[in-house]
């Protein structure tokens, strides 16, 4: 007991102080409340956002009194909706992956789109599309979730390899170096095989175009994910404590490594699958949340698939805006690096000390 007592001192314990104040944990019911009405309410206000404006009455009989011979109710039936849906799911998805990523690696700079995940995907997703060109959605799934483990090997070996281990900074330098790498064998292979406008579309399209179909394909995998990212949460917040404390603690932190790496390739590829390579929304609201609510993750799962579902809806609707001005389809990917890329400058510039969740490298 007095071994462990030292340990848990030179660990730095985590604070529970947070926004919400000590309680976090009784308070957190009533916020995750207040998030889900206000997504609720964005997915009802995405269905007014589009080229085309559309009444409030006619949504309201699209919803209630379908009419599939009217061209309004299927553009909010069928198109609108599913696209909203489609949001809230990516979103999520995206920040509870990088909620994991962050804790299991000790790294605030991890996330699907800098480790290379995204850009596996969407390379893998690729291949797939010109191997076999017939390929259904669930195989065009597997193969991101595929392409997603890919990069992520890729950046944890080479970023391995250099002197004085994986800092935070280093393997963010591996991510981006990796994702330049397979971006630039993706376009290679894109002029060769023809694909180049249908891939242009499909990295600027985000959810556009999401069908229900495409949903019920990927609500399995993300409940899964969604479920066992909660199930392994304690785990995850003695982590955060360093893995010689966790297995102090008698945690059983290679299954717990392994749980999390299958969860985080399900999720980001998934979604990657279903929206395309949106960044940055993995790395921004983990940190948000846990400056909200503190280290539990009990508390922070949940937050960051609520929070991130918000960003997501928010800048999938400013896209849709900003396309009418300019007349052409604005990728939701812009939105989100407008916000991410000082972010991860304001991470990756901190002081050493204050660089790295609870001052351990990964």
């Known amino acids: 007991m007095m071994c462990t007592e030292t340990v848990l001192k030179q660990e730095d314990v985590p604070e529970q102080r947070s926004l919400l104040g000590w309680d976090s944990a009784r308070r957190w019911p009533f916020v995750a409340m207040m998030l889900l009405g206000v997504i609720v309410a964005g997915v009802g206000v995405s ?12 949504i309201g009989d699209s919803l209630f009194h379908y009419d599939a011979e009217s061209v309004s109710h299927l553009l909010v039936r069928d198109w609108r909706l599913p696209r909203g849906v489609a949001d809230v799911l990516v979103g999520a998805a995206l920040a509870v992956a990088g909620a994991i990523m962050q804790a299991v690696t000790r790294n605030p700079l991890a996330s699907p789109g800098i480790m290379g995940l995204n850009t596996g995907a969407s390379f893998f997703t690729l291949l797939t599309m010109v191997l076999v060109p017939t390929t259904g959605r669930p195989q065009m799934m597997l193969a991101a979730i595929a392409g997603a483990g890919l990069g992520a090997a890729m950046v944890y070996g080479l970023g391995s390899l250099s002197r004085g281990g994986l800092t935070p900074v280093r393997l963010a330098l591996t991510g981006i170096a990796v994702s330049a790498l397979l971006g630039a064998i993706g376009n290679g292979v894109m002029i060769y095989s023809e694909l180049g406008q249908d891939m242009l579309l499909w990295h600027a399209r985000g959810t556009e175009g999401v069908r229900w179909l495409d949903i019920g394909l990927f609500l ?36 717990a490594k392994f749980l999390a790496a299958a969860i985080v390739l399900v999720l980001a590829g998934g979604a990657v699958s279903l929206a395309g390579p949106v960044g940055f929304v993995g790395l921004m609201i983990p940190h948000v949340v846990r400056h909200i ?5 009990r508390l922070v799962i949940p937050g960051s698939a609520l929070c991130g579902s918000l960003l997501m809806l928010a800048a999938d609707m400013a896209a849709r805006l900003a396309s009418t001005p300019f007349k052409s389809p604005v990728p939701v990917s812009a939105v989100t ?19 790295r969740l609870r001052g351990g490298r990964t």
Do not use: M, W
Not at 52 to 57: E, F, K, L, R, T
Not at 293 to 297: A, M
């Open 293 to 297: 609510v503190g280290q539990n993750y």
């Open 47 to 58: 269905l007014f956002v589009g080229d085309i404006s559309i009444d409030a009455g006619t």
């Open 220 to 255: 399995p995998l993300a409940g899964v994910g969604f479920l066992g990212a909660f199930a392994i949460a304690p785990t995850l917040s003695i982590l955060t404590l360093g893995e010689h404390v966790a297995r102090g603690l008698g945690q059983r932190t290679r299954l």
């Open 337 to 355: 690096a407008l916000l991410g890329v000082p972010f991860f400058l304001y991470l990756a510039c901190r002081k050493p000390t204050t660089a």
